[in-house]
């Protein structure tokens, strides 16, 4: 059994989106199959954002953030859930990641201008939803919202496999299609992927 991270990426503290219906699901689904189920709703999250390169590698990690990390350490597994807005993840999502995701706790800067990841060992499910056609989303914008989340951000710190379920059309959907996607969010909990 794993240890499991559920990050609410949904900006809106009100809640009641799709994104947290397709979290609870999950986490639902995660302790019937007997994993420990840890959770961060970003909403709830009150933290600046990073404006200079300087805050990015020398300030020191911020105390909104610490059971955050705490978690991030203990996770096995991490499944992160968020709406497509403009073409990418909310920017809240986007500043609490590069809040988290800093060196000396992801990653670490190398002689020669390399890296080291610091996050080896985890894998990710990431959970996008948005209005457009998910094939539409991938084909002609070739995905790159996502990607720039699953190689260029979890990738880069260690996350491996990092897989992804993109759920399109949700303003269309009817209620049997929203309870596929719940219970397929259930079944993918269950098995800690």
Sequence with gaps: MATILIIQGHPDPGGGHLCHALADAYAAGARAGGHTVLRVDIAGLDFPLLRT???????????????????????EHVALFFPLWLGGMPAVLKGFLE????????????????????LEGRSARVVVTMGMPALVFRLWY?????????????GFVGFSPVRATVL???????????????????ALGRVGR
Excluded at 53 to 75: C, K
Excluded at 168 to 186: I, T
């Design 53 to 75: 390169q300087h805050d990015f590698r020398h300030a020191p990690p911020l105390h909104a953030l610490a059971a955050t990390r705490a978690a991030l350490v203990e996770a």
């Design 142 to 154: 070739l995905g790159a919202g996502l990607s720039a989340l699953t190689r260029n951000i979890l």
């Design 99 to 118: 809040q988290l995701l800093r060196p000396g706790f992801a990653f670490d800067y190398v002689n020669g201008g390399g890296t080291r990841m610091l």
């Design 168 to 186: 399109g059309g949700v303003e269309a959907a009817g209620e049997a299609k929203r309870e596929r996607w719940l219970s397929r969010m259930d």
